[in-house]
């Protein structure tokens, strides 16, 4: 009996010495610079409203989101998987599809094709959104697929805007 209890630790060190740890998966994240960081004889890009969608993540798990910069129209939805915010996501990258335009490729100069659809989310966390939502959100945009996406600020031009939403749809 000793002489087993032996060879059990015996095998049980080794396979414990001897086996890899998980190494901690990250998830890149490429940051843009600061506005001061950036030559002065640089350009804003222009970029159509109809390719932004914005996602506000809110207080009670729910993600408040609306397409375009002039007048959108506010909508709220869960992360319920079955008709959640991901129907949404997946939506706003079928609009431009549905419309004869192709997913944008980049090629090898890093430019991307022209005449192609290129859809952008903003994500927008609430002070009040849990973390949790926010990491919900871009497995989501991961899920289906989404090219951009931004985690930007929460403004007060936004604040108005969900008051407005919100004495609308009462």
């Given at each position: 009996?000793?002489?087993?209890?032996?060879?059990?630790?015996?095998?049980?060190?080794?396979?414990?010495?001897?086996?890899?740890?998980?190494?901690?998966?990250?998830?890149?994240?490429?940051?843009?610079?600061?506005?001061?960081?950036?030559?002065?004889?640089?350009?804003?890009?222009?970029?159509?409203?109809?390719?932004?969608?914005?996602?506000?993540?809110?207080?009670?798990?729910?993600?408040?989101?609306?397409?375009?910069?002039?007048?959108?129209?506010?909508?709220?939805?869960?992360?319920?998987?079955?008709?959640?915010?991901?129907?949404a996501i997946q939506e706003h990258i079928n609009w431009g599809l549905k419309r004869g335009l192709q997913l944008c490729v980049k090629v090898g100069d890093?430019?991307?094709?022209?005449?192609?659809?290129?859809?952008?989310?903003?994500?927008?966390?609430?002070?009040?959104?849990?973390?949790?939502?926010?990491?919900?959100?871009?497995?989501?945009?991961?899920?289906?697929?989404?090219?951009?996406?931004?985690?930007?600020?929460?403004?007060?031009?936004?604040?108005?805007?969900?008051?407005?939403?919100?004495?609308?749809?009462?």
């Amino acid at each position: 009996m000793t002489a087993m209890v032996d060879v059990a630790f015996l095998l049980l060190t080794f396979f414990v010495l001897t086996a890899t740890m998980n190494k901690p998966s990250v998830m890149e994240l490429n940051m843009p610079p600061k506005t001061d960081e950036l030559p002065e004889d640089s350009t804003k890009i222009k970029v159509k409203e109809e390719k932004i969608m914005t996602l506000i993540l809110d207080a009670d798990d729910t993600v408040r989101y609306y397409v375009g910069i002039t007048n959108p129209e506010v909508k709220a939805t869960s992360f319920d998987p079955a008709n959640g915010v991901r129907g949404a996501i997946q939506e706003h990258i079928n609009w431009g599809l549905k419309r004869g335009l192709q997913l944008c490729v980049k090629v090898g100069d890093g430019k991307s094709t022209k005449n192609c659809w290129d859809p952008i989310f903003l994500i927008k966390p609430r002070v009040t959104s849990r973390y949790g939502n926010l990491v919900d959100l871009i497995d989501e945009l991961n899920i289906t697929e989404a090219p951009k996406y931004a985690i930007t600020e929460f403004a007060e031009e936004d604040s108005l805007l969900l008051i407005g939403e919100l004495e609308i749809s009462e």
